[in-house]
């Protein structure tokens, strides 16, 4: 029974767990004054992840010193970064755009889990 087996096999490789494995997670954060929902987020130490990043006023940015990102977005925009994390722990994420008062509090939580 090839056929069987060739529609069997497509339809293992098309599943969205298989695809899944060599695909980036994917995490959109939004960010407005001054706050970035969700404000915290867990990714796997070693699994790339690709984080995109939309502004709903002014321009924002996102920055992890430790695994030398930086993202920044235009007023309304938005950007992404893919990077792998290479240590577990609790990171906290600034914004890196000057945006107003409270900018300085911006920040955002990243676990980083084994
Ligand atoms: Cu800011």
Not at 42 to 50: A, H, L, N, R, S
Not at 75 to 85: D, K, L, R, Y
Request: aromatic share 8%; with cysteine; charged share 15%.
């Amino acid at each position: 029974m090839p056929i069987l087996a060739a529609a069997l096999l497509a339809a293992l490789l098309s599943s969205p767990a298989a695809w899944s494995q060599g695909q980036p997670q994917r995490i959109e954060i939004v960010a407005k004054r001054f706050t970035y929902s969700p404000g915290e987020i867990t990714v796997k130490k070693g699994q790339p992840v690709t984080l995109v990043l939309k502004s709903l006023d002014v321009g924002h940015g996102l920055r992890f010193r430790d695994f030398g990102v930086d993202i920044k977005v235009k007023a309304g925009g938005s950007n992404e970064v893919t990077f792998t994390p290479d240590k577990t722990g609790d990171f906290i994420g600034h914004c890196s755009v000057f945006c107003g008062s409270g900018h300085g509090s911006m920040t955002l939580i990243m676990h980083v889990v084994a």
